[in-house]
C-alpha cells in the first residue's frame, strides 16, 4: 500500500534559522513527489516537486527538498526561516496503483516561525 | 487559488438534507478531484474523474455523490447517508504528470 508519513505535527525555528520539515514515504515504483503550503481556511498552494532528474530540487520562495531514494525520503528545507513561512505544509506522492495514477497526502505538519 | 472556484465559501447543512459543493475550473485540465480535510488527518480522496462522463470512487466515497457532464464542472453531493460531513472540503485539477491544484475551499458544517 502506498502512504506518507510526516513524523512532526509541529515544527518550530526561530527567524533566520534553517527549517527542515521531513517526509518519508512508501509506493512500489518510481515515485513523483509534491510538496504543499496551506494558510488557514484557504486551498493548497504547490511548492515543488520531483519527477525525475536532478535530486535536489528548487521551488517557490526560497524552498528546497532533496529526493532521497535509499531513504525514500523527500524532506523539505529554507536556508533561512521567515515569520511568513508559518503554515501547514503537506507532502504528497503520486504513483501507479491498480492501473491509474493514486495520490496520497501525509497528515500534515505546521510551521510555526518564531520572530 | 486561480482558475478553480467552488462555492459557496461556508455551508450549514441540517440533519437529513442533501447538500451540493460547486467546483468549477477554467484551467483546460481533464483530473479533477474531491478531498475532505479534518483536522490533524490530512486529505482524504472522495472521488476523483479523469474525463468527462467519467469518475472514480476514492477513499472515503460512502454518503457522497459526484457527476462529471462537463469538463469545466464537477460538483459534490454530500447526503443524508453520510453521518459526519463537518469538514473542509477541498476541490483540485491536475494536467497530465505535473501537480494539482486548488481551490479555495467550501467548510460545511452540520447544525
Known amino acids: 500500500a502506498q502512504s506518507v508519513a510526516q513524523p512532526e505535527d509541529q515544527v518550530n525555528v526561530a527567524e533566520g534559522n534553517p527549517l527542515t520539515v521531513k517526509c518519508t514515504y512508501s509506493v512500489s515504483g518510481n515515485p513523483y513527489l509534491f510538496w504543499y503550503v496551506q494558510y488557514p481556511n484557504r486551498g493548497l498552494q504547490f511548492l515543488l516537486k520531483?519527477?525525475?532528474?536532478?535530486?535536489l530540487v528548487k521551488g517557490s520562495y526560497g524552498f528546497e527538498a532533496e529526493f532521497n531514494k535509499s531513504q525514500t525520503s523527500f524532506h523539505l528545507k529554507k536556508p533561512s526561516a521567515l515569520v511568513s513561512d508559518s503554515a501547514l505544509y503537506f507532502c504528497?506522492?503520486?504513483?501507479?496503483?491498480?492501473?491509474?495514477?493514486?495520490?496520497?497526502f501525509g497528515t500534515g505538519t505546521k510551521l510555526q516561525v518564531i520572530p | 487559488d486561480g482558475g478553480i472556484t467552488q462555492s459557496p465559501k461556508y455551508l450549514f447543512r441540517k440533519e437529513g438534507q442533501n447538500v451540493t459543493l460547486s467546483c468549477e475550473q477554467n484551467l483546460n485540465h481533464d483530473a479533477m478531484y474531491w478531498y475532505r480535510q479534518d483536522p490533524g488527518q490530512g486529505l482524504r480522496l472522495i472521488y476523483y474523474?479523469?474525463?468527462?462522463?467519467?469518475?472514480q470512487k476514492g477513499d472515503i466515497a460512502e454518503g457522497y455523490s459526484v457527476s462529471r457532464e462537463k469538463k469545466e464542472s464537477f460538483p459534490l453531493t454530500v447526503t443524508s447517508a453520510q453521518k459526519n460531513p463537518t469538514a473542509f472540503y477541498l476541490c483540485?485539477?491536475?494536467?497530465?504528470?505535473?501537480?494539482?491544484?486548488f481551490g479555495p475551499g467550501t467548510r460545511l458544517t452540520v447544525l
Open positions: 474523474s479523469q474525463i468527462v462522463n467519467d469518475f
Open positions: 504528497a506522492v503520486r504513483a501507479y496503483s491498480g492501473g491509474y495514477q493514486k495520490v496520497t
Open positions: 520531483y519527477i525525475t532528474g536532478d535530486n
Open positions: 483540485a485539477t491536475r494536467q497530465g504528470v505535473g501537480e494539482q491544484f
